[in-house]
T-cell receptor, first 110, second 115 residues
């Protein structure tokens, strides 16, 4: 079973920041927080991951709380192409399969 | 990021036939690859772990004699759906973790329709 809890759906206005929350209260010390997204009929796309510190890349920012029990993925300026299902996954790094929950369906609205 | 490809992207076959799906890591070697399937409106479910040079390990409820996995090289894993039936119709996706990296990357998926 997935170790994360996410809201089933969210809407965001185009051009605004999309903040997607994730709860992972049972995360272990050696587990990372990963975010992937899946656009309709495609394979999951890697977005970002982190262990303890906040992370930023060209796609998004990841904010992890100090107790690591929750995190937020931030898409700073959402576009229509960001409409997808976003998955928050906790896992150890390396050769470990990822366990997918139901994710959050983000709809970016013009 | 690293690139994982799948072939074919979609396939339609008759009930009772076998279908082979390829998963390739294009710019890295992968000793391990993972196979998932996804039914409509559901999330990805892990089917099996493919290990180069050894037998695959299957998740509970996945028939190893029906879903044959061969990981013959460090860049290729194949999934063969034997004697396919309409209930095998699904979206099959592979993933692979590059060595010494914390992430893993997914292929674009193969949509299988069994008539």
């Amino acid at each position: 079973d997935a170790k994360t809890t996410q809201p089933p759906s969210m809407d965001c206005a185009e051009g605004r920041a999309a903040n997607l929350p994730c709860n992972h209260s049972t995360i272990s010390g050696n587990e990372y927080v990963y975010w992937y997204r899946q656009i309709h009929s495609q394979g999951p796309q890697y977005i970002i991951h982190g262990l303890k510190n906040n992370e930023t890349n060209e796609m998004a920012s990841l904010i992890i709380t100090e107790d690591r029990k929750s995190s937020t993925l931030i898409l700073p300026h959402a576009t229509l192409r960001d409409t997808a299902v976003y998955y928050c996954i906790v896992s150890t790094a390396g050769n470990t399969p990822l366990v997918f929950g139901k994710g959050t369906r983000l709809s970016v609205i013009a | 990021g690293a690139v994982v490809s799948q072939h074919p992207s979609w396939v339609i076959c008759k009930s009772g036939t076998s279908v082979k799906i390829e998963c390739r890591s294009l710019d890295f070697q992968a000793t391990t690859m993972f196979w998932y399937r996804q039914f409509p409106k559901q999330s990805l479910m892990l089917m099996a772990t493919s290990n180069e040079g050894s037998k695959a390990t299957y998740e509970q409820g996945v028939e190893k004699d029906k879903f044959l996995i061969n990981h013959a090289s460090l860049t290729l894993s194949t999934l063969t759906v034997t004697s396919a039936h309409p209930e095998d119709s699904s979206f099959y996706i592979c993933s692979a973790p590059p060595p010494f990296q914390e992430t893993q990357y997914f292929g674009p998926g193969t949509r299988l329709l069994v008539l």
